[in-house]
């Protein structure tokens, strides 16, 4: 029941607004004919009337041409509707003449006109108002997407220490998460039943095999052994020490096997491990990730190479330079964003993982027809900017706003390059042209509150 409620009363406003002006339209075309009669043949017939309503319509059709108004408006743009002063918009008169108030010539404004919402403001007024115009240019412009954004470890940079074998931990070489470690570096010693007996097995097959030919038992006991060992994790090297000792390692040294920093560890010194279990994650920090939040409008501009700029508040006057190298292939449901990832050289270590970033993407979008950001009135729905038509002039027009680059902002229609539109006092224009013209272009829109 609302919405039939509501839908007769939004639709009854710009009717009322339409006879209203239709009445004054009549008012004005009757006082005419009575007080100017002279007059308005005059412009039927003159200039302003010129062409088709001229031989079309006689003097005695004035009123009635006056009615028909709405309902042809083909005809409206012949009609003129007053005579005002450019400099002195109050004054509406029926017939062109002089201001009474600067002797100007008055100038004619069409019921078109009129209805388009034009109104005029003459040069000196317009200085007094503040008014200034500037032309629509094809310009280069570019976009700017900005972006939340997160520094991550390089997943392809992470190193998990993880024991093939049961045993027991000593001479744990990293104390504390943090710390940094290099390739080959002892991270460990573990004594291990199995690995102990693994080594006896080793040495025993090697020196029981006989002749050193390909086929002889010993020799292959001595290189399953020998497999195995290398299989839990002892180096080439240690084998070989161990080959030299010809005795058992009892606390077998296990080195790490990636520099960076251990960001994980599981364990302490002494502690009982179990085959497979991870006991620390290293991670390259030498370069990381920076993962920014883009959202879904602007998610197809960016590709994988697109140029990248990254600010941290930690780091303030340092900007990263950097390039996309993955966008991810789905949104984030919650946030409705995707994911763009950005590989970032870490030198000395400055960027550290989980601190908050803001990526910015430049993108070139080429030649566009652009307006100072300034010229647009955002109005409910409605963009609208005014245009110049010369001799004091100006005309709402609706435009469709594009990208915004800077303090300009593309327009993708209405406008056409070359055109002159008000760039500064446009508000005082906007607020006139409601009050002067007969309100058809501010109020005979769908949409507009
Ligand atoms: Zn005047």
Known sequence: MTATNERPTGERRPRIGSIAVRVALLGAASLAAIVFRGALIAWFTGPFGAGRAADDRTPAAAPTAGRAAGSSPGSDADHVAYYTCSMHPAVHAAAPGKCPICSMDLTPVTREAERAGVIHIADDRRALLGIRTTRVVRAPIDLTITAKARIAMDETRLHDVAIRIAGYLSDLRVSATGQSVRRGDPLFRLYSPELYAAQQEYLIAGKNRGAMTAGDPGERLMRAAETKLRLWGVGDDQIAELARRGEPIERVAFASPASGVVVEKTVVDGA???????????????????????????????????????????????????????????????????????????????LKPDMYATVTFQLPLGPRLVVPTSAVIYTGPRRVVFVDLGNGALRPQDVTIGARSGDLVEIASGLAEGDVVVSAGNFLVAAESRVRSAGAFWEDRHGER
Request: net charge negative; aromatic share 8%; glycine share 8%.
């Open 272 to 350: 009982a491990v179990t085959a497979g279990q991870r006991l620390f994650r290293i991670a390259d920090l030498d370069e990381i990730w920076v993962e920014a939040e883009v959202y879904e409008a602007d998610l197809h501009r960016i590709t994988k190479g697109t140029p990248a700029a990254i600010a941290l508040d930690y780091l303030p006057g340092t900007t990263f330079t950097g390039k996309v190298a993955f966008v991810d292939p789905y949104l984030d449901p919650a946030s409705r964003t995707g994911r763009v990832r950005i590989a970032l050289a870490n030198r000395g270590l400055a």
